[in-house]
């Protein structure tokens, strides 16, 4: 009986320091798309919070000043104007004040999932960004919107901070600005569902029951109690995640009630 020829050590050994090299540069470039996506998305956001003239804010800087008692804190408004004409795609920005979620908000009901891999330019990247369910208009009794769970923090990453109460206390308002003006949604419920949970069916409302059971079961669902009952003819507002296992069906939904 024939031997088998044995593979010598030295061809182990090189394929071996091949994966290990292959490893590490997969691992850098996907570092490296990811640096990409956020450095384009604080781009954006520089382009949206800069003024709109120039020479009109000189103007007024030059004016008189006021007594500090007639002076008023003004609050910041971005210019969404710029993105609406990049891409039409984008009807909004996305924003929880002290947290990294701070997107363009995109919304494409012939093709729900267009930016689950692309960039706001609509070129491939891992991050996406975060965009509203096809099935919904911004006039829709829940805005559904979805965002990827990233490892490092990014774009829905940080949602899941939200299962401690602490930081519940510390970010309760999600804005959400669109060409209408910027709306408040006080956070009420947050919960871990499966892909497949009722709470993705729930886009309109015939009547206040159906309304207060809606808002009922979300409150019952929560993983803590906010002590926030919205009323009917609030709007709300969804945030919808990857949440347990990699790959699985769990889902993390931060669910609020417009409040301003």
Known sequence: MKKKPKIPRVVIGTVLVFLVLLSVFMAGHDLWRQKQAQDTFEDLADLVTAPEDPEESQVESS????????????????????????????????????????????????????????????????????????????????????????????????????????????????????AAGKALYTIFSVMTVQKDDAWYRFLTVDTETDFLHQIRYARECSLYDTGIIPTYGQQLLTLSTCYGSSGGDGRLLIVAAKTE
């Open 63 to 178: 004016a008189p000043e006021e007594s500090a008692e007639a002076q008023e804190p003004q609050e910041e408004q971005r210019n969404l104007s710029l993105l609406f004409e990049q891409n039409a795609d984008c009807i909004g920005w996305i924003c929880i004040p002290g947290t990294a979620v701070d997107y363009p908000l995109m919304h494409t009901p012939e093709d729900s999932e267009k930016y689950l891999r692309r960039d706001f330019y609509g070129a491939y990247s891992v991050n996406g960004v975060p965009f509203l369910d096809g099935r919904c208009s911004l006039e829709s009794a829940n805005l559904i919107i979805y965002g990827h769970n990233m490892k490092n923090g990014t774009m829905f990453g940080s949602l899941k901070n939200y299962t401690d109460a602490s930081y519940y206390a510390e970010h309760p308002t999600i804005e959400l600005e669109t």
